[in-house]
């Protein structure tokens, strides 16, 4: 091959590589600016696991809605659900669909248990990364403020910004204070 032609390739191939995580972080950054913010409680996980790194590992308090009239999901299945804010604040599921809704904000999710009416779902972020010094303090203040007995918590929960079916977690709150500043005050104690 010509060496004009050669270079011509790796040029090709370099663009490319750069072009899908710049893409990536776009996308994640955009919906950061622009996405409309809710707050879905959490729930709490075993804080412990080797492999995952250092991030606080969070799971959801409510994650069932009713499915969409005359639908059957089937287990782990691609679905919708739509999305409202609540009067105490927090987010509320309208409806669980195959379809997005025509209107309002909603989210990729994975259905999984469905009853006659209503179905299970996975919601699409369950980790909450944070530089790797601050995450085992933030996991075990997490861990600390969580209802540990499955009733509603409004203690801990994160904000998620959500646009077209995506949700990025903006910040993760321990008693309405952003776990920054929370543990900044724990450590000034």
Known sequence: ???KRIFGMFVAVAIVQLAVPISQIWKHENILRTGTPYKFRTAPVDPYDAFRGRYVALGFADTEAPVRAGETLEHRQRAYVGLRVGADGFVEYTELSAQPPAQGDYLRVKGY??????ANFQLP???FFM???KA??????????SNRRGQTNEATYVVVRVK???GVIEDLYIKDTPIREFLARDAAR
């Open 1 to 3: 091959m010509k060496p």
């Open 113 to 118: 248990y469905q009853s006659e009416t209503n």
């Open 125 to 127: 972020f369950d980790r």
């Open 131 to 133: 530089e790797e010094t």
């Open 136 to 145: 085992p303090r933030a996991e075990v203040a997490y861990w600390r403020h």
């Open 164 to 166: 077209s079916g995506r």
